[in-house]
């Protein structure tokens, strides 16, 4: 029997006899959808990873509030790299992860998606010789003028193991030539996040009637790229878009936005919104889970829109997710589309949510968390020709 056939042989008989031979895995992260989406690993992981925040989101809004949902960690190292230009931040960050390798070598470095601090990690890796996992690898918007198109691209081709949510994304490697035995198809880790997080029903209540929202009766927006906010008259087109919509829109202010309200001097088009501090992500999810429709051009909560079955109206100008488009989302330009697509989910809430019932999430089933860790285990099997515990 190969070494990989005992590996998958333990890996369902004993998965923590897997986790303690893997133990020693680096979690490199920096933004609020980093921690998110990699908690599921945390928890799994337990006392056997450390957990690198770069500190790319250092607003306390963003870091501090998803910290303390997450599970408690002493190996918890931050490094304080955020703000100032991307190049300078890139050099930043490489530099502080590679003195936490040198001081905490691991077994493997794992980082998450497409931010600057993930592609940091996956190049601190190699300096220290270790192996790189991608997760959330093969999402593909085919805009190259997106920085975070080129990190994605970039890290893939790094990764000795990318864990691609959806077949989709497993196809978007291979046809640029990244090996076979390189990808696992896992599903995405922000299933099992969002089903730890979900608030019961009475908390949900608890969350709508502190703000006198009634279910079903209210839209909840995010905005927050580049894309849609740095431009001035975009964010007003998207701001009064939101502002005519025929029912109450909850609005957390991400800061990039709200530093850009300020900048252009669009305050008096927040006036019709019901405007919150970006919210814990439990308290986030409840809002999410009751809402009529979701407006936003946010990356995960395309993917939470999937597994809470709500319409979300994604205001960008492509998307790396198309694989929820016609059926849970529908990707549209900042304009009048937002309101005639908020229209038509508002005119049959109960029937939509009857309808999106039935649709599985293209994300998978909540067990991305265990698959990475087998792919995990085989890759290191592959590098060393043997697994031991402890
Ligand atoms: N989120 C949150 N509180 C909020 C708004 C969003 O916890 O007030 C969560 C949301 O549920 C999702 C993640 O933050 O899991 C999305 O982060 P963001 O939009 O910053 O990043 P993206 O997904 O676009 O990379």
Request: net charge negative; proline share 7%.
């Amino acid at each position: 029997m190969s070494a990989t056939a005992d590996f998958r042989e333990v890996v369902t008989s004993c998965p923590e006899v897997v986790l303690a031979a893997v133990g020693g895995a680096t979690l490199v992260c920096g933004t609020r959808p980093e921690l998110i989406k990699l908690a599921p690993l945390m928890r799994l992981f337990g006392d056997e990873c450390s957990v690198v925040y770069t500190g790319q989101h250092y607003d306390e809004s963003l870091y501090s509030r998803i910290r303390a949902d997450l599970p408690p960690s002493n190996r918890f190292h931050e490094l304080g790299v955020g703000g100032g230009r991307r190049g300078d931040q890139l050099g930043r960050t490489i530099s502080a992860v590679d003195e936490v390798l040198a001081t905490h070598p691991g077994r493997v470095v794992v980082v998450q998606g497409d931010t600057t601090s993930a592609l940091a990690g996956a190049l601190a890796a190699n300096t220290h010789g270790l192996p790189l996992v991608h997760v959330e690898a093969g999402l593909r918007s085919h805009d190259r003028a997106m920085p975070e198109e080129h990190n994605r691209v970039l890290i893939d081709h790094l990764a000795d193991l990318c864990c691609a949510p959806t077949e989709l994304n497993r196809a978007n490697l291979l046809a640029e030539n990244v090996p076979p035995h390189r990808i696992a198809v896992t599903g995405n880790t922000v299933v099992e996040a969002l089903r730890a997080a979900l608030p019961g029903d009475r908390e949900r209540e608890a969350v709508l009637a502190g703000q006198g929202l009634a279910r079903d009766r209210y839209a909840l927006a995010t905005i927050h790229r580049p894309e849609n906010v740095d431009d001035p008259g975009r964010l007003a087109v998207i701001l009064g878009e939101l502002g005519r919509l025929p029912v109450p829109v909850v609005f957390p202010l991400h800061p990039r936005t709200a530093k850009s309200v300020d900048r252009f001097g669009l305050g008096r088009l927040l006036e019709p919104l019901v405007v919150l501090e970006p919210q814990s992500y439990t308290t986030f999810l409840a809002l999410a889970a009751e809402a009529a429709v979701i407006v936003s051009d946010s990356g995960g909560i395309q993917e939470e829109a999937s597994v809470l079955k709500r319409p979300v109206i994604v205001v960008r100008r492509s998307t790396e997710r198309p694989e929820i488009a016609g059926t849970f989302g529908v990707l549209v330009p900042a304009g009048p589309r937002i309101g005639e697509e908020a229209a038509r989910w508002l005119e049959d809430v109960a029937g939509h949510r009857e309808r999106l019932r039935h649709h599985p999430s293209p994300y998978g089933d909540g067990t991305a968390a265990a698959r990475i860790v087998a792919a995990l285990g085989e890759v290191l099997v592959h590098r060393t020709g043997s697994v031991t515990a402890g």
